[in-house]
């Protein structure tokens, strides 16, 4: 008897195969040997949303790296997203020329707790950056990530700025409302990319989260992306897919966001969630704020795309 085809492998041989052969267009176009921006075809990764119940982790606590790495742990440990050789981007907030207790940016020792862990796993370079809203070394100073990163001493971690020379025009063939945009060449490059926005209130989106993380790899003009945000959101995940989503929730902005300021708008939450699935990450993390996932526009239009499962009842959330 003929055997069934293992048909989540195929899947992911032909996300494997269409990855290459949209890197091999940046290749190109990055040489100036491709005169058209290279298309992103995400057909084969609009699988997410068929899962029938993608795992939340969660944790609870004060000690945010034992945190982070019980998550990444319980996620299956970091050998299961980076092998060895592989250039990793850790992605988090740095956006704003703020300290660590108002909320605005990413805890920096989540940060540096994943880059070690990367690198235990045979990571060949980490890369930290972020295309910041206030002056980009004030940001990356007092957010406390590049000196927490520097301290680290060990030459295969980068805290770089972004090189505006480095942003390549991609056609989102799936976009519904972006069509075309520009995106980091070493956001599209990395060998696993790792999301670790901060959760917060944000004016424009409801909230900020995993797939408003996105923003910080984008070139541009990003007046133009807050037109239709929460759609323009949506198709920009189609193009930026971690391998693995952690949410800061460990101090958050109930109010004033995204940049925040006042001690008085942060709540302490001491929290961490993560998880594979994006959209799934987020449809937990709003329940924090007291709403509902369908009350946040990207995650509705995330959902709609087929990034991740958005409804709370078919998710396993483990409390680690």
């Known amino acids: 008897m003929e055997k069934r085809p293992d048909m989540q492998k195929d899947r992911q041989k032909e996300m494997q195969m269409g990855r290459r052969q949209f890197l091999k267009q940046v290749s190109l176009w990055s040489a100036g040997v491709l005169m058209v921006p290279p298309v992103f075809d995400v057909t084969p990764r609009l699988m997410a949303a068929s899962m029938a119940s993608p795992q939340i982790l969660v944790a609870k606590g004060t000690d945010y790296p034992a945190m982070t790495r019980t998550l990444v742990e319980a996620a299956g440990g970091m050998g299961a997203f980076v092998s060895p050789g592989d250039r990793v981007v850790i992605k988090p907030n740095i956006g704003w020329d ?14 540096t707790t994943l880059a070690a862990l990367a690198l235990g796993a045979g990571a060949s370079q980490v890369m930290v950056f972020d295309r910041t809203c206030n002056e980009e070394r004030r940001c990356y100073q007092n957010s406390g ?7 680290m001493k060990d030459k295969r ?3 770089t700025y972004v090189d505006d020379r480095k942003f390549v ?3 989102i063939k799936q976009g519904q409302s972006l069509k075309e945009w520009e995106f980091y060449k070493d956001a ?3 060998d696993c990319y790792i999301n670790v926005p901060v959760a917060k209130h944000h004016s424009s989106s409801g909230l ?7 923003m910080g790899v984008i070139g541009g003009w990003r007046g133009k992306i807050h037109y239709d945000l929460s759609a323009k959101i949506a198709d920009l995940n189609l193009v930026i897919r971690p391998a693995l989503t952690l949410v800061d929730a460990t101090r958050v902005i109930i109010r004033n966001g995204p940049s925040g300021g006042s001690l008085d708008d942060v709540k302490r939450l001491d929290t961490l969630i993560a998880g594979v699935d994006p959209i799934a990450v987020d449809a937990y993390t709003t329940t924090l704020f007291g709403l509902k996932p369908s009350d946040i526009g990207s995650t509705v239009e995330g959902f709609n795309r087929g990034l991740g499962q958005m409804d709370l009842d078919r998710c396993q959330i483990r409390m680690v």
């Open 157 to 159: 971690v980068r805290c």
């Open 208 to 214: 900020s989260m995993g797939l408003k993380n996105a």
């Open 98 to 111: 703020r300290n660590v207790d108002q909320g605005a940016n990413t805890h920096p020792v989540i940060v």
């Open 145 to 151: 990530i590049k000196p927490a990163l520097e301290a």
């Open 188 to 190: 599209l490059e990395a």
């Open 169 to 171: 025009p991609v056609t």
